[in-house]
């Protein structure tokens, strides 16, 4: 038996896992420290009323044999794949039922497409970026390129000729560093791939927390991305489904390579591998897109805005340079004083008792970068921006 060599070249452990541990050693050093976590975007005010009486519904009809549910379609239920085609039409996006596939969450099925394509394809990733694509192209053995993301292009890295590019990632809004593409800067990257024969793999995972309504919330907005993009998408940050865990991913009927429908080898891979969502989630999922639903992440998500608010306010006093707060969850910040992301990760977190996320964790072009997070409680969000201000 060989094991996957690739996983040698892979970091000992997951970022947030990294963090996680590191946490863990200050609290059990520190047990009277009350640590304030900025680190994981991971949310923090409970689900939509209506999302948990759906849940509670769907798991109530299976105490009885007239409504149980045993194993549903893998690509996932009519009702699911309704609400999430016509969410779409709300800005602007039309999609057949037969492209959405309903998902544990945006994560696994961003690692999971690899499976369609070969591993000689080369990949082009943005530095700073989301880690889980990288490290899922490394346990493959691809040959990975990056575009840097930077103060000069807004951490908003555009396409060049000059690189030859198959399988290309982006982040709309981007994670960690907040920047949105605009739709030319899309439609830019959409003429690219299809003048290069590339796929693009488009995380859209941040889409509820853009606020400015010119800014493009699907790659589908585009035209053309219909025959070079897959597009995943998540509960998790949206309606707060991190601890649920639902997400969709759209896979065009027009997306064809070498005379094979992506479409279809997605629903080959998927029947075989994923035995689909759970009904009660599902259920649960459902009524994040009703009006209600839709009312209430918006309040959700209107409050994490306030804490971005708060902590961007306190960066503009404290004279430290950032970018993103503005139209996604995540602020991405200079290191103060020339430290690195490690140094002001430890900084903070023996200091301040304030856990964030160093920025060189997203890749390279991170070093002397910072992420903070706008999920925590507001009276959180304030006390560790006072607390910022007092060690700097
Ligand atoms: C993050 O903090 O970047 C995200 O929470 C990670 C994730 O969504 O998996």
């Known amino acids: 038996m060989r094991i996957n060599e690739n996983y040698k070249n892979l970091k000992e452990s997951y970022l947030f896992s ?27 005010l409970p689900l939509p009323q209506v999302v948990v009486e759906a849940g509670k519904k769907a798991f109530e009809e299976q105490a009885f044999s007239e409504t149980f549910h045993g ?6 239920y009519d009702f699911l794949r309704e609400a999430i085609r016509d969410y779409y ?8 039922m037969d492209e959405i596939f309903v998902s544990d969450g945006a994560k696994s099925d961003v690692g999971n497409v690899l499976d369609l394509f070969d591993k000689d394809n080369t990949v082009l990733i943005p530095n700073p970026v989301y880690p889980v694509y990288f490290d899922t192209n490394v346990m493959n053995g691809r040959k990975i390129i990056f575009a840097e993301g930077n103060k000069e292009n807004n951490f908003l890295p555009m396409p060049s000729d000059e690189v030859k590019a198959d399988i290309i990632y982006l982040c709309s809004p981007n994670n960690p560093t907040g920047a949105v593409y605009t739709k030319e800067q899309l439609e830019a990257w959409v003429k690219y791939a299809l003048k290069n024969g590339s796929i ?52 065009p009927e027009a997306l064809e ?11 080959r891979r998927q029947t075989t591998k ?51 707060g503005e139209n996604s969850p995540y602020v991405w910040l200079k290191c103060p004083g020339g430290m690195t992301s490690w140094e002001f990760f430890d900084k903070l977190l023996s200091e301040a008792a304030v856990v964030g ?18 999920f925590s409680s507001k009276e959180a969000a304030k006390e560790a921006m006072e607390r910022l201000e007092k060690i700097f």
């Open 18 to 44: 990294e963090i996680a541990a590191r946490v863990e050693k200050f609290k059990s050093e520190n047990p009277d420290k009350k640590i304030i976590r900025m680190g994981i975007g991971d949310v923090t």
């Open 71 to 76: 194993y549903g379609p893998e690509q996932g």
């Open 89 to 96: 039409k709300t800005f602007g996006v039309s999609l057949h």
């Open 200 to 251: 693009i793999l488009f995380d859209s995972a941040y889409e509820a927390f853009i606020q400015d309504e010119k800014l493009p919330r699907s790659i589908f907005s585009i035209e053309g991305a219909e025959k070079c993009a897959i597009e995943f998408c998540s509960l998790s940050k949206t309606a707060g489904f991190t601890g649920v865990r639902c997400g969709y991913t759209v896979v």
């Open 257 to 267: 390579f070498e005379g094979m429908s992506l479409r279809k080898m997605w629903l």
């Open 274 to 324: 994923f035995n689909g969502v759970s009904y009660p989630v599902q259920r649960a999922a459902q009524a994040v897109f009703s009006k209600e639903g839709i009312e209430q992440c918006r309040k959700n998500i209107a409050y994490y805005m306030e804490n971005a608010k708060i902590i961007t306010a306190t960066m503009d006093k404290l004279n430290i340079s950032y970018v993103g």
């Open 357 to 374: 996320t160093p920025g060189s964790g997203f890749g390279t072009a991170g070093e002397g970068y910072f992420r903070l997070t706008a």
